[in-house]
T-cell receptor, first 115, second 112 residues
Framework: DGGITQSPKYLFRKEGQNVTLSCEQNLNHDAMYWYRQDPGQGLRLIYYSQIVNDFQKGDIAEGYSVSREKKESFPLTVTSAQKNPTAFYLC??????????????FGPGTRLTVL | AQSVTQLDSQVPVFEEAPVELRCNYSSSVSVYLFWYVQYPNQGLQLLLKYLSGSTLVKGINGFEAEFNKSQTSFHLRKPSVHISDTAEYFCAVNSGTYKYIFGTGTRLKVLA
């Protein structure tokens, strides 16, 4: 079955730690995205990548970093510089059939909690 | 800059009743519009999208939406809801880039 997998489902971080969230897709999609979801705030874009070895900052990139070394993988690192990382993180991918018209396919999410 | 407003944070409705979830957008250019559904602790799934053509768009699970350019709206409707429709619904807009702007979501609660 094709789809997007995110791991782990739940993640706990201590103050000052960096943690990495995994996102893998086998849909052969070129574009991948990371969103942060907080209650009452909808989805906010952290980073997106249109092609391997290229990525752009979204609206709330501070305290986060990404890499795109393979087409199917787009890991997100939450660094200690992110002061309020507790949130639900969603990864998505799409086929760039035409900018802005794509359907985004979402993974099941990772819930990160800072202890 | 674009923005999306979902004025209703929560909408309770009885089973088999009709429902409308409101979405208004702001943009100085033409946009593409989307509705996604999110079940608890899951990712989002596309319900429907408007790209061009007919302003009435039909989607999955019996939902439909109508694009109204003059009122800058894209309201989601279903004539008869089921308990299984209980979820959070997100409206999103895109003006032709790789950046999608999402609304804050509307929680639909279907009551027995």
């Amino acid at each position: 079955d094709g789809g997007i997998t995110q791991s782990p489902k739940y993640l706990f971080r201590k103050e000052g730690q960096n943690v990495t969230l995994s996102c893998e897709q086998n849909l052969n999609h070129d574009a991948m995205y990371w969103y942060r979801q907080d209650p009452g705030q909808g989805l906010r874009l952290i980073y997106y990548s249109q092609i391997v070895n290229d990525f752009q900052k979204g609206d709330i990139a501070e305290g986060y970093s990404v890499s795109r070394e393979k087409k199917e993988s787009f890991p997100l690192t939450v660094t200690s510089a992110q002061k309020n990382p507790t949130a639900f993180y969603l990864c998505a991918s799409s086929v760039p059939a035409g900018a802005g018209t794509d359907t985004q396919y979402f993974g099941p999410g990772t819930r990160l909690t800072v202890l | 800059a674009q923005s999306v407003t979902q004025l209703d944070s929560q909408v309770p409705v009885f089973e088999e009743a009709p429902v409308e979830l409101r979405c208004n957008y702001s943009s100085s250019v033409s946009v593409y519009l989307f509705w996604y559904v999110q079940y608890p602790n899951q990712g989002l799934q596309l319900l429907l999208k408007y790209l061009s053509g007919s302003t009435l768009v039909k989607g999955i699970n019996g939902f439909e939406a109508e694009f109204n350019k003059s009122q800058t709206s894209f309201h989601l409707r279903k004539p008869s809801v089921h308990i299984s429709d209980t979820a959070e619904y997100f409206c999103a807009v895109n003006s032709g880039t790789y950046k999608y702007i999402f609304g804050t979501g509307t929680r639909l609660k279907v009551l027995a």
